[in-house]
């Protein structure tokens, strides 16, 4: 008998199999996490999580990323990084430069001002992050690190078997 809730979580029965139930859980949790992020990425700095993935990115890479790198980074299409950069390039906080390597293309970087903004919400994002993970002690985090290490490395050579 289905229990009733809110999450996909919720919707599993007794008798599911344990990999649907924990993979259900990790859903709900991700979903979970990611909702009180935007939620505060908006509240506090008046942004979205895609603006600030795409200056994490760039804070990864100080001399600027080209629009297809950004757009294969946050894994959307070039259509939707075009949109945020043309966002954040108005708000002076990246610009768009020529690349020495290519005349033909532009890199993206974050302005003196994007690096302040991006490091303030920076913080913010990973005390929320550590935040969310306080219910774990050390151990447990680390066990969860590593089983997860493993699920993922597995995931990844199912593909390679798949195709």
């Known amino acids: 008998m289905p229990r009733t809730g809110t999450d996909a979580e919720t919707r599993i029965v007794r008798d599911d ?10 859903l709900a949790t991700n979903r979970l996490i990611e ?4 939620r505060l990425l908006q509240e506090r700095f008046a942004t979205t999580l895609p603006r600030f993935d795409l200056m994490a ?18 894994m959307v299409t070039g259509g939707n990084v075009t949109g ?6 108005q708000e002076g906080l990246v610009e768009r430069v020529d690349d020495p390597d290519d005349r033909r293309a532009w890199l993206v ?3 003196p001002a994007g690096r302040r903004a991006f490091g303030a ?6 005390r929320w992050v550590v935040e969310a993970f306080e219910a774990l002690g050390t151990r447990e985090k680390a066990a ?4 997860l290490g493993r699920l993922k490395t597995h995931v990844r050579s199912l593909e390679g078997r798949d195709a």
Do not use: C, N, Y
């Not at 945020?84 to 390039?89: P, V």
């Open 84 to 89: 945020i950069t043309d966002m954040l390039e």
């Open 144 to 147: 969860m690190a590593g089983f």
């Open 109 to 111: 970087r974050l302005t």
């Open 121 to 126: 919400m920076a913080r913010e994002h990973e």
């Open 17 to 26: 199999h344990a990999a649907i139930r924990l993979w259900l859980r990790m």
């Open 35 to 38: 909702t009180r992020t935007r």
């Open 57 to 74: 990115q760039l804070e990864r890479v100080p001399g600027g990323l080209k629009m297809g790198e950004l757009s294969k980074r946050m």
